[in-house]
T-cell receptor, first 113, second 110 residues
Framework: DSGVTQTPKHLITATGQRVTLRCSPR?????VYWYQQSLDQGLQFLIHYYNGEERAKGNILERFSAQQFPDLHSELNLSSLELGDSALYFC????????????FGQGTRLTVV | SQQGEEDPQALSIQEGENATMNCSYKTSINNLQWYRQNSGRGLVHLILIRSNEREKHSGRLRVTLDTSKKSSSLLITASRAADTASYFC??????????FGPGTRLSVLP
């Protein structure tokens, strides 16, 4: 158990809908990273938050947004969902920005039908 | 674009054999890490090697780093069926994010 909790584990939704994925980092970790993993794209970095502030953005679509709350949990919002958004979404946490070892949650498997 | 590129994409070996996976990257790095992912599950950190290190061991794992060639290798000795997983190298983009390669799928046959 990495100590990183992601909910829900599975999500099935229709095209055009909006969903929210939640991540609770390990106790004391200030940095949260979101990744998307699909079969043909590997692990794609989406966004990084550190202590509530956005630190880096990857290839995150405009339909996607994220935030990190004062209690350090993070949410990834995906809207106007398309079939191609079906993927595993992972969050990872580290003790601080730039810390070396990332601890990953078990992921949320999103299926858009 | 991907920073790390693993090679081979897939590897199938018998239990007890050694497995070697390679990773190449493009830019200068602080450190390079290897992660394991069991099917559909989260990634687990295996080992980190700093840019000023050439070799590191952890149990049955041995990692080498050649910064002049921008490459790293992961050796798993005396493999077991439980080692069946995908293995990813990742470079630490100076704290902004971890950049992962596409991974090597390792199958260890009993």
């Amino acid at each position: 158990d990495s100590g990183v909790t992601q909910t829900p584990k599975h999500l099935i939704t229709a095209t055009g809908q909006r969903v929210t994925l939640r991540c609770s980092p390990r106790s004391g970790d200030l940095s949260v990273y979101w990744y998307q993993q699909s079969l043909d794209q590997g692990l794609q970095f989406l966004i990084h938050y550190y202590n509530g502030e956005e630190r880096a953005k990857g290839n995150i679509l405009e339909r996607f947004s994220a935030q990190q709350f004062p209690d350090l949990h993070s949410e990834l919002n995906l809207s106007s969902l398309e079939l191609g958004d079906s993927a595993l979404y992972f969050c990872a946490s580290t003790r601080r920005s730039g810390a070396r070892e990332a601890f990953f949650g078990q992921g949320t498997r999103l299926t858009v039908v | 674009s991907q920073q790390g590129e693993e090679d081979p994409q897939a590897l199938s070996i018998q239990e007890g054999e050694n497995a070697t996976m390679n990773c190449s990257y493009k830019t200068s790095i602080n450190n390079l890490q290897w992660y394991r992912q069991n099917s559909g599950r989260g990634l687990v950190h295996l080992i980190l090697i700093r840019s000023n290190e050439r070799e590191k061991h952890s149990g049955r794992l041995r990692v080498t780093l050649d910064t002049s060639k921008k490459s790293s290798s992961l050796l798993i000795t005396a493999s077991r069926a439980a080692d069946t997983a995908s293995y990813f190298c990742a470079t630490d983009d100076y704290g902004q994010n971890f950049v992962f390669g596409p991974g090597t799928r390792l199958s260890v046959l009993p």
